[in-house]
């Protein structure tokens, strides 16, 4: 086990615990709903930026396989919760009987960071929001006491590695469909048209 994650998931669990409970709530309910945000980014970005199937789909596809990477691989690593692992005075915001076993890597992470690296290369515009979001979601998941700072950043590199591959899936797919542009005739008369008006 990594020391310095350890020590860093049991300051932050316990300062989550120590917070008020509106701060709980909206803790648990964020850590769902930024998941949420990203797929309405991805329709949005499919609707500004270009409406064609490639733009939609690759930071959807990116995000569920970010997903059921990070799941395969808990059920290889099989690292314990750290809510199950060690004891925080007061518990953990979210209670660790309702999660599964494994811990390494964090499976939101992982889809947030898919969604944020496939939107960005998509739609330059919203790479700042993208990453914030991914980041606090990163975060969150050590603040309600579920995973280790370590799981997070496992997370968030898978998540970005299948975000590059689908980002540019997406990109070429969609250069590859857009209608070659017609060349343009030159300005003023051409040759044929001169050689007709000739007397």
């Known amino acids: 086990m990594l020391e310095p994650s350890v020590e860093w998931y049991r300051t932050i669990a316990e300062w989550g615990t120590a917070t008020p409970g509106w701060v709980h709530v909206l803790a648990l309910f964020g ?6 945000a990203f797929a309405v980014l991805t ?3 499919w609707w500004r930026v270009d409406r064609r199937l490639p733009v939609l789909f ?4 990116a995000a569920g396989a970010a997903w059921l990477f990070s799941e395969l691989i808990k059920n290889i690593v099989q690292q314990d919760r750290p809510c199950r692992a060690m004891a925080i005075p007061g ?35 919203i790479t700042a929001i993208v990453v914030l979001l991914a980041l606090i979601e990163g975060f969150s998941r050590v ?4 995973h280790y700072p370590h799981d997070v950043l496992a997370g968030f590199l898978l998540g970005a590695a299948l975000g590059v591959v689908s980002g540019y899936a997406g990109k070429n797919r969609n250069d590859h469909s857009r209608p070659e542009a017609p060349s343009r005739a030159p300005r003023g008369r051409s040759r044929g048209s001169n050689a007709a008006d000739a007397p």
């Open 31 to 36: 850590t769902q709903a930024l998941l949420a």
């Open 43 to 45: 329709l949005l970005a």
């Open 58 to 61: 690759a930071p959807l596809l």
């Open 91 to 125: 518990g953990t915001i979210k209670n660790c009987a309702e999660v599964s076993a494994w811990s390494l890597p964090s499976s939101h992470s992982a889809a947030a960071a898919a969604f944020a690296v496939a939107l960005s290369m998509l739609w330059r515009r």
């Open 143 to 146: 603040f309600i006491g579920v």
